[in-house]
């Protein structure tokens, strides 16, 4: 009597009313209209927390916030500032760094 395909249904059952991905954390809901009108869920990864600075801990701006196999495929430019130490400190901090560097 219990066979494989019973087990399955329980599964979905146990899944609950709005499906397997609720429980999840690490997934986003992104309201997606289609071209019949309807508004549809789709469920993606949530993104990495920002980058940020090796000295002073503020967020790195001008660098995106993707997963690892998004990155892959992004222009250099965009995941990091194009300066000494752009992408590991801050403007200020860097700033400091070149300074401390000219000065030795
Ligand atoms: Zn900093």
Wanted: proline content about 5%; glycine content about 10%; aromatic content about 8%.
């Amino acid at each position: 009597m219990v066979g494989q395909k019973s087990k399955g249904k329980q599964k979905i059952q146990g899944e609950g009313r709005y499906g397997r991905y609720k429980s999840k954390k690490s997934y986003r809901m992104v309201f997606v209209k289609t071209p019949g009108g309807r508004t549809t869920t789709h469920y993606k990864k949530k993104k990495p927390s920002a980058a940020k600075c090796a000295s002073c801990g503020a967020k790195l701006s001008g660098i995106s916030r993707e997963r690892p196999y998004k990155m892959q495929n992004m222009p250099k430019s965009s995941k990091k500032a194009e300066r000494p130490f752009g992408g590991y400190y801050c403007s200020k901090c860097a700033r400091k760094e070149i300074k401390k560097e000219a000065r030795k």
